[in-house]
């Protein structure tokens, strides 16, 4: 481990900002390539840390991943400085106390936050003579205008080699001792263990990425779309990848080896990370996504808040059996299958006639997997906030008696209902007061009555979101829409009638032209279901 020569002599640091791991790490492989002595930094940032969407699951998951990279650095006679504090603050110790001549990151998609955090940071650079190299991460490209050959780009970087980091010629710098007022205080319940969690950690994620090639992926398809089987044979990498604890890259490239072996899993599995990266283009294309709108003709929209309903949809107290068990399982175990996640979200958002703001920023605290760049376009999709995709919303009775038919997930989270027989607990209202009484389980005292009658409710919800959606304010938006989040080749023409709320596909596609506005109408865009 290198010694700083002079109190002044020149850094650099490499700061891990929510990629902490070290196979395929760009920053790192950059620093060690340009040969300066490095700091290797962590900063738990407290202003991220008191966001609405911030949870202690997050920060617990984080720290591990952190005390892993800690001993993994170790090992190898490195050290990575933990701090407590603001970014700039932290910045303007290390400056004051060393030289920093160069700060390697990688690029992040993250909260309006993050993304003013970084602004700042940015500032602070340029005006130090700061030299600030920033790594593209997962193939998301920053200050894109549109997305021609995009596709292309991200094919080629998830082909692309890894970053190779050679720890042997890495000179590191130890800066302990550090002021009392940077030392990390976290709290007592982002150190505990909570068994039902995840943990996080770059071993912990090599060995599920291991385990989802040489075993579970076989049933990936067969079972993605059911909330209980699939919580063992979907890869379960998201909250490593949202968290940097492993790079996409590398689950993209070792999942492809076993593509002959597995074949239609696999490649729905690729579809599914393909649409990841798509959909965290979107917000680093548009921060405004995280607050505002997609389509912003949807401003006029009036949704009055029920914290009556927010209470019961967020506890899993509705009524609804399917929506109660999603809901429960994400609030104890920070996971959900896509499916889950997008019938919580339509049913907040039609058959609650909710605004999707609040709930969106509800989930984003309980998905261990939080990624701004994911959640936000998606919830907002799922809302009907583009304009354009076609409106599907996930019937709950629909769900539990297609995915759940043995009532297996929601015995296990509704347990209210363990005693009623599995093709009744997706509709326990319907139960006798006999059978009730035989069964256990008082509708309305033991368990609650519908919080509403759901078609009643989600076509009353459809009818007036279809009378803003025709409106002039929200197709006059779709051209800037389409030209800033859709791949051209994917643009396809609709009639007329698509505004009415027919949705009839037009078979002929169209090339289209950023510059020109479409002349038939909205994209087809597929759907992850």
Not at 206 to 231: D, K, M
Not at 334 to 357: E, H, I, K, P, V
Not at 444 to 471: H, M, S
């Amino acid at each position: 481990m290198a010694e700083l020569a002079a109190p002044r002599s020149p850094i650099q640091i490499v700061w891990f900002k929510k990629d902490v791991r070290l196979h395929d790490h760009g920053p790192l492989a950059q620093a060690i390539l340009e040969g300066l002595p490095t700091v290797l930094l962590y900063v738990f940032e407290p202003s991220l840390r008191s966001l609405p969407e911030s949870d202690d699951r997050h920060w617990r998951f984080i720290l591990q991943g952190v005390k892993h990279l800690h001993s993994d650095l170790k090992r190898n006679g490195h050290s990575l400085l933990v701090v407590e504090g603001e970014v700039l603050d932290i910045l303007d110790y290390l400056h004051s106390t060393t030289r920093i001549a160069k700060i390697y990151s990688y690029e992040e998609t993250g909260l309006e936050a993050t993304y003013r955090r970084d602004q700042a940071v940015g500032q602070w650079c340029v005006a130090r003579g700061v030299d600030w190299q920033e790594i593209e991460r997962d193939g998301v490209k920053r200050a894109l205008l549109d997305r021609r050959n995009w596709q292309e780009r991200w094919q080629s970087y998830m082909d692309g080699a890894e970053y190779e980091v050679d720890l042997s010629r890495l000179q590191s710098v130890d800066l302990t001792p550090i002021p009392d007022r940077l030392r990390v205080k976290l709290t007592p319940e982002i150190l505990k263990t909570e068994p039902r969690f995840q943990i996080g950690g770059e071993d912990k994620a090599l060995s599920l990425l291991h385990s989802f090639v040489s075993e579970r992926a076989s049933g990936y398809l067969r079972n993605l779309a059911r909330p209980e089987y699939s919580q063992s044979t979907c890869s379960r990498l998201s909250p490593y990848m949202a968290h940097g604890q492993v790079s996409a890259r590398r689950v993209f490239q070792q999942t492809k080896r076993v593509r002959e072996r597995l074949g239609k899993n696999i490649d729905q599995f690729h579809n599914r990370m393909w649409w990841r990266c798509h959909y965290i283009q979107k917000l680093e294309t548009e921060y405004q996504i995280e607050k505002e709108h997609i389509n912003r003709g949807f401003d006029q929209i009036h949704k009055p808040f029920s914290s009556t309903y927010f209470e019961r949809w967020s506890t899993g107290q509705t009524g609804f059996p399917m929506i109660d068990a999603a809901m429960r399982c994400v609030n104890h175990t920070g996971y959900l299958n896509f499916r889950m996640r997008a019938m919580l979200a339509t049913f907040w958002a039609f058959t609650l006639w909710q605004d999707w703001r609040p709930g969106a920023t509800y989930l984003a605290r309980m998905f261990l997997d939080f990624d701004p760049g994911i959640h936000y376009p998606q919830f907002q999709m799922q809302a009907g906030m583009t304009g354009y995709h076609p409106l599907r919303i996930f019937n709950p009775i629909v769900q539990a008696k297609k995915y759940d038919d043995y009532g297996v997930f929601i015995k296990k989270w509704v347990p209210e209902l363990a005693n009623i027989p599995a093709p009744m607990t997706s509709t326990p209202w319907l139960l006798s007061p006999m059978e009730q009484s035989f069964y256990r389980c008082q509708i309305g005292k033991d368990y609650p009555l519908p919080i509403v009658d759901y078609q009643a409710a989600t076509e009353r919800a459809k009818t007036i979101y279809w009378e803003y959606r025709k409106q002039k304010k929200v197709r006059e938006q779709l051209p800037s829409v389409w030209k800033k989040h859709s791949l051209p080749k994917d643009i396809v023409g609709y009639t007329q009638e698509f505004f009415a709320g027919k949705e009839i596909l037009v078979t002929e596609s169209i090339m289209y032209d950023p510059t020109k506005e479409p002349a038939t109408g909205p994209p087809k865009t597929n759907f992850e279901g």
